[in-house]
């Protein structure tokens, strides 16, 4: 019985332990948020990586073309403040396409548990890029 019982725990953390991906930029979105976007959210790309553990891990990259109402409405939700120190670089594993513009505003949350995640205002085209982690 000790045998079955511990053959069926790993058989279940083997299981249970998939990545979930996707580049799909409207399947990235709703993995994130967990629903489809509204008519004012243009979701142009997406990148999108999960654990497979039940801790919820995951790295995601977004590029939206929105309204001001939709971002003031993200940044007051989520506390988000002007990030002072520039990152020039977020990861090596960037897409090619999250290029923020030298002119965009970068933005971070609020809180002493910051893990990195960015937000940015791209001034030059309306777009928002968003670099989330959580770990």
């Known amino acids: 019985m000790k045998k079955y ?7 279940f953390f ?5 990545d979930k991906t996707s580049s799909n930029p409207t399947e990235v979105y709703q993995l994130w948020i967990g629903t489809k976007p509204s008519k004012q959210i243009k979701v142009i790309n997406g990148q999108y990586w999960e654990s497979g553990h039940w801790t ?4 995601l990259f977004l ?6 109402s939709f971002w003031d409405k993200f ?4 506390n988000l403040i002007i990030d002072t120190i520039k990152n020039e670089m977020i990861t090596s594993e960037q897409p090619k396409w999250f290029n923020p513009s030298k002119n ?3 933005y971070k949350i ?4 910051d893990q990195g995640s960015r937000y940015y205002e791209d001034l030059t ?4 890029y968003i670099y989330e982690i959580q770990l």
């Open 5 to 11: 019982s511990f053959f069926l725990i790993i058989s």
């Open 75 to 78: 940044k007051k939700e989520n």
């Open 125 to 128: 085209n309306n777009k928002i």
């Open 56 to 59: 919820k891990e995951y790295v």
């Open 104 to 106: 965009s505003i970068q």
């Open 110 to 113: 609020n809180d002493h548990f």
């Open 14 to 18: 083997l299981v249970s332990c998939y």
């Open 63 to 68: 590029e939206l073309q929105t309204d001001k």
